[in-house]
């Protein structure tokens, strides 16, 4: 493995040993000291065009916390102000030998398309409505770490699956691991042939006590260019998930950032189900499991 | 000691505690190597909701002389712009296992508010018109350093009295180290019943010949939401601070940034009397103290 | 040496007893770990009034493959928004006591103005029209290595020189260095008595095939107040550098970033005889040199 572009990239035994590895890391980050040298004086690149605050932070602590440099480089405030391509500022950074250059922006086949343009390794922290990698990894971390394994899990994905690289990703990452893909959410918000990524679809909330694991999809408001529902407010009475809509037993996670009491309530996110702290904790373990991997492991 | 809210959460022991640990801090900052093992491989999270320079630089130089990872998160392009609650951005970054989370913001208790959903030492790095309790350290440290004790001084702070939370952190820490406090300033900025805090007020500069030491506040215009002085030239007339208002012998402070030729002429800022550049000092080694004395020594 | 203010600093011995150092900082560069403790514990500043991409992080890795500690302040966010002043803001970061203060302004003359506020060696990373001295420093890096000596050479300095810190410093370091340096562009961006740097000045590219090197500027748009070339599209067609007008055997330069397609066309960015990627490489090794030199050789 040389990049991490999208979940096809890895087979299951390649998921399993980068959470396998990231068990390890988990336990470095349980320490006090949660630094190990495995990066000292490698250089990592995070160049994100869209804002972020959990992402980026992950991926720069992962960074950190394998003793490697960090450049942050953001759009805003950057020579992405002055007009210069993707291209020409992929090239500039990677003049600076990087390891691994980490790259989120709002275009889908970013990261793929920068490829070519560097010797460094290229993960994919977003791009678009298409993939969001190490997102579905984090996920398959926390829940084999809750449940010992996902085979035959049956795993709803609701909300605006349309809009999100995570629900692509995710559906990609559990159906790999063995468990059953659902996506449930309005007809406008469910992308037409998504039953062939390997799940279900369905308008209807009305099965929704089959789930094991209700994962809710961040509302992107802000990549709706025009009105795929008629109000928030309708969207929520039909479709937010709350304590009246799970049944005891069943687990909840959510990619966050959370729009507390739209596609959530927010009893349901302080909740004893809920594993949405669980996750971003997750992140950085498996963000540095990915920088091993890739970074350390001969391809 | 697990946080830093108030200083109301020292007393004067407590206090100068952190005071003596910051002078070996000092010397620290003044060697070619700046540098100490105290926090490797530890985690530090400064949130700012405002915009800062010093104070965020000043926290984030203390952190990484202690060697700690440092991650900055400000609230502009971060996940704060897509609408997240600041208790879920709290959350998620505890998530992170910081050892503290440095945080500032515009509304008055939200360091309090923030400890209950964290395991982090909490500091506050300014609360609205609330407390800014590292500064009123620093300040006390600057002044210990130059005159030996407070004890007995006779301090006078003057200006925007109404919207300043150095003042009231600064009344209580100048207070508990048994120096004699006066608020003075336009009886609009002279917020009512601030003698229950242990100063006198007076809307007049006519005794301020009896200060030991002037402290003037920055006018807060980012903070004044309506006219509170008729015009800022009126208020430069009658309150600005200058060489021909001060007396020989008097030190003058101020927490910066100031408005040169506003609440302080350029002249006066220059001066010899003037301990501005000594507060911005004394910030690094009393913050690396603060760090210290949360983070590693047992409660 | 104590500042880097102008190329006009540093005789030919002391450019070449930087490049010397370079070569040793690239070296470290091209190793797996690219890290030296030279600057270990102590403090760099990175003071930025313009946004910038490559010049920012460029100073930022090298400081950090020094091993310095390194504080990036950006004019948005910070107390430049509260109306403080440069002195103070400079005064303030150097009571931190850095090693060095890097500066970026839109005004020309600002780091030579900041020199007598601070005891930190003060590095000008570009001050308006004015100079940018890494910017030539590594520019003749990256043709001694690859020609071995600039000296007889004959270098043409395309476009809007008018509004060019970098042409500046370039005819001063490259004419230092033994070339011949012409300038060309339209009139309106030729500037008055530019020969008077050392360099001829020509309107036309006819003679264009005299030149060994081609170092075309960057169109600064966001530099002219007002209309100095009747549209892009014209000043395209004729100055636009592309392989039309270049002939075999020509270097082809550009400080970056390029507006691509407008002063030089894709193809010749990415095709062999550009420097460009070897440039920003340069600019790492060299502002380590920088640094080695200022900070750790006695005056």
Tied chains: 1, 2, 3.
């Excluded at 953001?74 to 980490?102: H, M, N, W």
């Excluded at 309530?265 to 499991?289: C, K, P, T």
Aim: zero cysteines; hydrophobic letters at 40%.
């Amino acid at each position: 493995m040389s990049h991490l572009l999208s979940i096809e990239d890895l087979d299951r035994a390649g998921i399993e040993r980068i959470l396998d590895r990231a068990e390890s890391f988990a336990e470095v980050s349980g320490r006090e000291i949660k630094k190990v040298p495995a990066l000292r004086g490698r250089t990592v690149v995070n160049l994100f065009y869209e804002s972020s605050t959990r992402t980026s932070s992950s991926f720069e602590l992962a960074a950190k916390r394998l003793s490697a440099d960090v450049v942050n480089i953001r759009a805003a405030g950057s020579a992405v102000d002055k007009g210069e391509s993707l291209r020409d500022t992929v090239q500039t950074l990677s003049a600076y030998d990087p390891a691994a250059i980490v790259i989120r922006s709002p275009h889908a086949g970013t990261a793929a398309l920068v490829v070519p343009w560097t010797d460094a390794a290229v993960i994919n922290a977003g791009d678009g409505k298409h993939e969001h990698p190490t997102q579905a990894l984090l996920d398959v971390f926390t829940l084999r770490r809750r449940l010992g394994s996902l085979e035959g899990l049956n795993i709803w994905i609701v909300g605006d699956v349309t809009h999100s690289r995570v629900a692509r990703s995710n559906i990609l990452a559990f159906g790999g691991m063995g468990a059953k893909v659902t996506v449930a959410g309005p007809p406008t918000l469910l992308p037409r042939g998504i039953e062939q990524l390997g799940a279900a679809a369905t308008p209807s909330l009305e099965r929704l006590h089959e789930a094991d694991v209700v994962y809710v999809l961040r509302m992107q408001q802000e990549r709706m260019e025009s009105a795929y529902i008629p109000t928030l407010r309708e969207y929520a009475q039909r479709y937010q998930i709350n304590s009246a809509r799970l049944r005891p037993g069943q687990l909840l996670m959510h990619p966050g950032p959370v729009n507390r009491g739209l596609e959530l309530s927010g009893e349901a996110i302080d909740s004893d189900v809920s594993l949405i702290g669980s996750q971003v904790q997750a992140g950085v373990a498996v963000r540095m499991a990915v920088f091993y991997e890739l970074l350390t492991v001969p391809a």
